[in-house]
């Protein structure tokens, strides 16, 4: 196999993953993150010694997994952006979900700097990205496809392949998200309703997920309130800017979306309530303390007041 220079720009929950996959792989792989622990973290795991800095213009592929548009943008073309020092042919991947636009825009800027720029939105969370098992919904040039090859092969179960209009694989990652968004909210909804009629959330999960009324977010999140457990595996924030997103591109659409703004309304209130750094799971909180309600084992300090 052809070992690679794969650079990873955002170790977070998703990014650290990935990076730990494209490391299994067995190419040599930088990780960069404005928290050096887990940059230290990473190299202990193998990563790269060397500073991602000292070896952008050698880097084959970036995979740049940071939280949105205006952090990619930063990371591409800011005070310190790469692109300028990356190599010819060098290429690009953007996960982070972005109006489809935008990643127009990045694409149009990266070509003028003959740089490969691959619009490659992620799905599947955090032990998806840590297996080397994502889905991923890409758009762009052939020869992009050929050049992201070895990152997408080593990140991804599964690699659709949008075409060569960029902005469709944000496009569709908007699609995703509008269901994922809504579907989180409709089961902290669903969950903390059960409460009220006397169903514990335990007998929730047993049965619901057996039934018509299931979703992969109801099978994915509902044992989080079951355990009393908001550690962030994808947090109450991320809600406001993707569901942000599906309104925007809704509205310029002239497309009424009224159930994506009924959920953004959830996590925008979970964020208000100092949420918004737990897991989205936690949205279920405002439903509990609207509805008067105890989700299990919530503790004192985590309690929506």
Request: glycine share 10%; charged share 15%; hydrophobic share 45%.
């Amino acid at each position: 196999m052809l070992q690679n220079k794969i650079g990873i720009i955002g170790l977070g929950s998703m990014g650290y993953g990935i990076a730990q996959s494209i490391l299994r792989a067995g190419h040599k792989t930088f990780g960069f993150d404005m928290d050096s622990a887990k940059v230290s973290q990473f190299i202990a795991e193998g990563g790269e010694q060397s500073p991602l800095s000292e070896n952008i213009s050698q880097l084959d592929i970036v995979v740049v997994v940071v939280l949105n548009a205006a952090q990619t943008e930063q990371v591409l073309f800011g005070e310190n952006g790469i692109v300028e020092k990356l190599k010819n042919g060098a290429c690009v991947i953007a996960c982070a979900t972005v109006p489809p636009e935008f990643a127009r825009t990045m694409n149009d800027k990266c070509m003028r700097q003959n740089i490969c720029y691959l619009d490659a939105p992620i799905s599947g969370g955090s032990k998806k990205a840590a297996s080397g098992d994502l889905s991923i919904m890409a758009a762009g040039p052939e020869k992009t496809f050929a050049a992201a090859k070895p990152a997408l092969d080593a990140m991804a179960e599964n690699v659709f392949n949008l075409g060569e209009d960029v902005g469709t694989g944000s496009a569709m990652k908007a699609v995703n998200q509008l269901l994922a968004g809504v579907h989180i909210a409709a089961m902290a909804e669903a969950i903390t309703f059960g409460i009220s009629q006397g169903i514990s959330p335990e007998l929730f999960t047993q049965i619901i997920p057996k039934c018509a009324g299931s979703s992969w977010m109801l099978e994915n999140r509902a044992p989080h309130i079951v355990a009393g457990d908001y550690t962030p595996h994808s947090s109450v924030d991320i809600w406001p800017k993707d569901l942000g997103i599906v309104l925007d591109i809704a509205k310029q659409s002239k497309f009424p979306a009224p159930i994506t703004a009924a959920a953004l309304q959830q996590f925008i209130a979970a964020s208000a309530c100092g949420l918004g750094q737990e897991d989205d799971a936690a949205v279920a909180k405002i439903y509990a303390r609207n509805a008067g309600l105890e989700l299990p084992e919530q503790q004192n300090n985590n309690e929506v007041k």
